[in-house]
Structures are given as structure tokens and as C-alpha cells.
């Protein structure tokens, strides 16, 4: 798929990083061309996120009751941010092969105290890992999700 291809490498290589807590959606441009994909819902989820629209990933968030679903609706509420809801939803996860990808990549990872980190630093450093937990979570959902 050129146009997911293209989008995923628009977004997961900005410069700088997304920030921790988005301020408006990063390029507007790019939420049609998101909508227009025919993509599962989950994956458009993702590249809305990475796109900096909480509102858009919200909405399909909420319409899936799942791990994965569960875990885009975690960094959305981290992102808002609304760090109690994001520790909910964290809860509602379980275990997820990409927290232990997290864990692989970054050890000492733990998604609790990088919501607590979240809240208190804003550093390159959390929107380094935070751009590395949305990418590992949006590759995952590609992979499960489209359609061969």
C-alpha cells in the first residue's frame, strides 16, 4: 500500500519529534488522506495519533473493545493529557507484545512510571520514547491488521 507507506514515513520520521502533549493536529493535510485509506480501523487510529489528532484516534478508539484498541486510548489520554485515564486504559491492556518490545528496547521501561515521566519532564528524551512506543504499537497493528 504506497499511500499507508508514505504516510508511515512521513510521520514516524518528523523533525523534531511529535511533543508529549500535542498543541493542535500537526499536518491537516493529511487527515483526509488518513480517512481515505482503506485501511483497518485500528491502523488509522494510529497514524491519526502520530499525526497529533488526539480527537480522530479518540473516535475509533472508543468504537473497538480490544488490547490493542485499549492501548491507542492509553497514549491518546497520556497525549491529552489526562494522566489518570491514561493509567486506566494502561490497566485495561494487559499484557501486550509491545509493552515487551518497550522493554527490549528500552529497559527499565514500564508504561505507569513513563506516564509519571510524561507528566512530570518534557524532555527530547520522553518524545523520543514516546515516538518509539507509537511507532513499535503502530507497525504491531499494521502487521495484525491489513489485509494481505
Not at 520520521?13 to 485500528?42: C, G, M, Y
Not at 493509567?87 to 518497550?102: C, F, P, S, T
Amino acid at each position: 500500500m504506497p499511500l499507508l507507506d508514505n504516510l508511515l514515513a512521513t510521520l514516524t520520521q518528523r523533525d523534531p519529534f511529535p511533543l508529549l502533549v500535542p498543541e493542535r493536529v500537526w499536518d491537516n493535510s493529511l487527515t483526509a488522506k488518513i480517512d481515505k485509506l482503506t485501511a483497518a480501523p485500528l491502523i488509522k487510529a494510529g497514524l491519526h495519533l502520530l499525526n497529533d489528532d488526539i480527537h480522530n484516534c479518540h473516535i475509533i478508539a472508543q468504537e473497538h473493545e480490544n488490547s490493542d484498541s485499549n492501548y491507542w486510548h492509553a497514549i491518546l489520554h497520556r497525549r491529552e493529557p489526562d494522566y489518570w485515564n491514561s493509567k486506566y486504559w494502561y490497566r485495561r491492556v494487559d499484557n501486550h507484545q509491545v509493552i515487551h518490545d518497550m522493554q527490549k528496547e528500552e529497559p527499565g521501561w514500564e508504561p505507569f512510571n513513563f506516564v509519571d515521566q510524561c507528566e512530570k519532564f518534557n524532555t527530547a528524551q520522553e518524545r523520543q520514547i514516546q515516538l518509539q512506543e507509537m511507532t513499535l504499537l503502530l507497525n504491531y497493528t499494521i502487521k495484525k491488521y491489513a489485509k494481505n
